[in-house]
């Protein structure tokens, strides 16, 4: 057994790019750059820094945003990748009139059987616990919903249209890849109940960057994206399956989504795949964010080889750095001094696993979100 086996096996290295790194792991990816280094502040080290500081700003802003107080809040409960798992009624909370999203991974093996049984018993959750629609996209485990891919790789070339879903009422599968008209594959909501008179646009498509083979469903290249100009400028709710770049995401994320969230800016986007990702984080596209995301992207998505850091990379990595710290202090000093609380009018990332990490175990909370 070799060293590295050693240490994963206790814990002080992880064993692949879908667990959070340990100490360890960022301490031997900083010291590759120690002996050429010019300047002894290290990337790995400043992104680590900046991200502590970043999210202690989100958290001195308080919530992104509060329902407002003279109009019905539209309750919006959110799970991903149950992975054939049935969650005990009890867990989820009353839908009052609201949504529940699944944002994929609804199965392990993919197969038609599979999802089906969870279909049921989304709609079960629904007559129960009183949500007006469920909203499904799918994962990259969900390989019988992906006609043209992965069906026919696990299922064979006869499986294309055979068997087809039940889809119990107001249980509904959003693809909006294939979206035509003017709408582009946005659904409109109209809510009773509660909410009566209200509405929201959502739109959803379950697409991942490639994370395995053919048997897994809906992925692409992460250099040939297919998400520029494609979500509805109008979208209240996005829910796709894969994470935004640098955000809940372990940095698997999708960087061609978040530069689609920039465009659109949707109020709430739901998503999952990454399990250890799983929670929620406030976003308001301005400098601050734009200043962090683009200190986490020089490390992996530009190219300075990091084994060989110039005096120009450290001076860009610095500046950023600086940046965060001046936006996000004046926007903390800003939010409290000159609008006080209730004032936040960001947006919302959800990463709604409800999978603790790789263990298999179901037990991450169900996220709620009043709208």
């Given at each position: 057994?070799g060293i590295t086996a050693?240490?994963?096996?206790?814990?002080?290295?992880?064993?692949?790019?879908?667990?959070?790194?340990?100490?360890?792991?960022?301490?031997?990816?900083?010291?590759?750059?120690?002996?050429?280094?010019?300047?002894?502040?290290?990337?790995?080290?400043?992104?680590?820094?900046?991200?502590?500081?970043?999210?202690?700003?989100?958290?001195?802003?308080?919530?992104?945003?509060?329902?407002?107080?003279?109009?019905?809040?539209?309750?919006?409960?959110?799970?991903?990748?149950?992975?054939?798992?049935?969650?005990?009624?009890?867990?989820?909370?009353?839908?009052?009139?609201?949504?529940?999203?699944?944002?994929?991974?609804?199965?392990?093996?993919?197969?038609?059987?599979?999802?089906?049984?969870?279909?049921?018993?989304?709609?079960?959750?629904?007559?129960?616990?009183?949500?007006?629609?469920?909203?499904?996209?799918?994962?990259?485990?969900?390989?019988?919903?992906?006609?043209?891919?992965?069906?026919?790789?696990?299922?064979?070339?006869?499986?294309?249209?055979?068997?087809?879903?039940?889809?119990?009422?107001?249980?509904?599968?959003?693809?909006?890849?294939?979206?035509?008209?003017e709408n582009g594959g946005?659904?409109?909501?109209?809510?009773?109940?509660?909410?009566?008179?209200?509405?929201?646009?959502?739109?959803?498509?379950?697409?991942?960057?490639?994370?395995?083979?053919?048997?897994?469903?809906?992925?692409?290249?992460?250099?040939?994206?297919?998400?520029?100009?494609?979500?509805?400028?109008?979208?209240?709710?996005?829910?796709?399956?894969?994470?935004?770049?640098?955000?809940?995401?372990?940095?698997?994320?999708?960087?061609?989504?978040?530069?689609?969230?920039?465009?659109?800016?949707?109020?709430?986007?739901?998503?999952?795949?990454?399990?250890?990702?799983?929670?929620?984080?406030?976003?308001?596209?301005?400098?601050?964010?734009?200043?962090?995301?683009?200190?986490?992207?020089?490390?992996?998505?530009?190219?300075?080889?990091?084994?060989?850091?110039?005096?120009?990379?450290?001076?860009?990595?610095?500046?950023?750095?600086?940046?965060?710290?001046?936006?996000g202090t004046t926007a903390?000093?800003?939010?409290?001094?000159?609008?006080?609380?209730?004032?936040?009018?960001?947006?919302?990332?959800?990463?709604?696993?409800?999978?603790?990490?790789?263990?298999?175990?179901?037990?991450?909370?169900?996220?709620?979100?009043?709208?």
């Amino acid at each position: 057994m070799g060293i590295t086996a050693i240490l994963q096996r206790l814990h002080l290295l992880r064993s692949s790019e879908w667990d959070p790194p340990t100490p360890l792991d960022h301490l031997l990816t900083d010291m590759q750059s120690w002996p050429l280094s010019i300047i002894p502040i290290h990337l790995h080290f400043l992104r680590l820094v900046v991200t502590h500081l970043y999210h202690l700003f989100l958290f001195l802003r308080g919530h992104a945003f509060h329902p407002p107080s003279n109009i019905p809040p539209i309750r919006v409960v959110c799970i991903s990748d149950t992975h054939n798992y049935e969650l005990d009624l009890a867990r989820i909370p009353d839908g009052e009139g609201g949504l529940l999203i699944h944002a994929g991974d609804l199965t392990d093996d993919g197969s038609r059987e599979s999802i089906q049984r969870q279909l049921d018993w989304l709609g079960e959750v629904r007559r129960r616990k009183g949500f007006e629609r469920v909203l499904v996209v799918a994962g990259n485990h969900d390989g019988f919903l992906d006609k043209e891919g992965a069906r026919q790789v696990l299922f064979g070339e006869g499986s294309k249209g055979d068997g087809e879903l039940t889809w119990p009422e107001g249980v509904q599968y959003l693809d909006g890849m294939v979206g035509e008209g003017e709408n582009g594959g946005v659904m409109t909501i109209e809510f009773e109940g509660r909410a009566k008179g209200r509405k929201l646009n959502v739109w959803g498509w379950g697409g991942v960057p490639r994370c395995g083979g053919p048997e897994h469903a809906f992925q692409y290249d992460r250099a040939a994206h297919p998400w520029t100009n494609r979500i509805p400028v109008e979208t209240d709710i996005l829910i796709t399956h894969t994470p935004p770049r640098h955000h809940l995401d372990l940095g698997l994320g999708c960087a061609g989504l978040l530069a689609e969230l920039w465009r659109v800016k949707p109020k709430l986007h739901v998503f999952g795949h990454v399990h250890w990702g799983a929670g929620r984080e406030a976003v308001y596209y301005d400098e601050c964010q734009r200043a962090y995301e683009s200190l986490m992207a020089r490390g992996a998505d530009v190219p300075f080889p990091p084994a060989f850091p110039s005096i120009f990379s450290v001076w860009m990595d610095s500046m950023d750095a600086a940046r965060v710290i001046w936006h996000g202090t004046t926007a903390v000093v800003w939010k409290w001094v000159m609008q006080g609380p209730g004032s936040n009018n960001g947006a919302l990332l959800v990463n709604a696993s409800v999978t603790y990490g790789n263990t298999g175990k179901v037990i991450n909370p169900v996220q709620v979100v009043e709208l």
